[in-house]
């Protein structure tokens, strides 16, 4: 039985790792880019996949083998209609995983907030003027990136969007596992916003995102599949452990 590691069909460069060293692999790749770019705008995505990461760079930060504090920070998404003060808003997520560990101050991390058209062009405006860097994503198990959720248009930019009931599903754990309680409704950077960062890591970890991987790295580039957009990026990496890249063993 078994099968080899998940064959992109586009120049996508796959890191294998271990379950328990994803987020030091992925770590890694984001400490060389903050070496290089010590003023670089860091694009943040939210969830469970980039957790290690995040606390993997904190890590290195207390070792004194990387700087983080002059980063700027730019979130993905996030949801509509809870207080940005609330503890399972992404704002509050990327202070408590991200710029507090990494001393990043408050007037360099920016996270979309509102409820408007013209709030999410407001935050299309602030990326426009901010130019991500590197841009860290997990994958949904129905192949949203952000919270593009399959039908996103590959031009769409920073938007109000309706979540699918499986990703309100996917993310009632962070809301005491009542799926009636996580919200309906989010502001999320387009697939154009995110294929405008300059280069771009994918974080994803278990069985669960197998087949969504499998079919945004090797199946048709289409909307049906959001990040199957990333096969249209030059510089994408993906790590992931050997349950998401549908190694059998
Ligand atoms: P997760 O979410 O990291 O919490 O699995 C990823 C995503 O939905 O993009």
């Known amino acids: 039985m078994g099968s080899a590691v998940l064959e992109p069909t586009h120049a996508v460069r796959v890191l294998p790792a271990r379950t328990d060293d994803v987020g030091r692999v992925a770590a890694s790749v984001v400490a060389s880019f903050v070496r290089e770019n010590p003023h670089g705008v860091l694009g943040v995505a939210t969830g469970g996949s980039p957790m290690a990461l995040y606390a993997s760079l904190a890590e290195l930060?207390?070792?004194?083998?990387?700087?983080?504090?002059?980063?700027?920070?730019?979130?993905?998404?996030e949801y509509v209609g809870l207080d940005p003060a609330d503890p399972r808003s992404y704002r509050s997520y990327v202070w408590q995983h991200i710029a507090e560990p990494w001393g990043v101050a408050a007037e360099r991390v920016h996270v979309p907030a509102g409820s408007s058209e013209d709030d999410a062009d407001e935050y299309e405006r602030v990326l426009a003027r901010l130019r991500v860097g590197l841009q860290i994503v997990g994958i949904g198990r129905n192949g949203h990136i952000g919270f593009n959720e399959p039908g996103s248009n590959p031009t769409s930019r920073t938007r109000i969007v309706t979540l699918d009931d499986d990703t309100r599903r996917a993310n009632a754990p962070y809301f005491g596992g009542d799926v009636h309680a996580v919200p309906t409704r989010a502001m999320t950077q387009g697939i154009a916003s995110i294929l405008a960062a300059e280069s771009i890591i994918l974080v994803a970890q278990g069985a669960a995102k197998a087949e969504a991987l499998r079919a945004a790295l090797q199946g048709p580039v289409t909307s049906a599949v959001p990040a199957s957009f990333l096969q249209t990026h030059p510089d994408v990496t993906v790590v992931a452990d050997s349950a998401a890249l549908g190694i059998l063993s």
Do not use: P
């Not at 930060?61 to 998404?77: F, I, N, P």
């Open 61 to 77: 930060r207390a070792e004194g083998v990387v700087a983080t504090d002059q980063l700027t920070l730019a979130a993905l998404d």
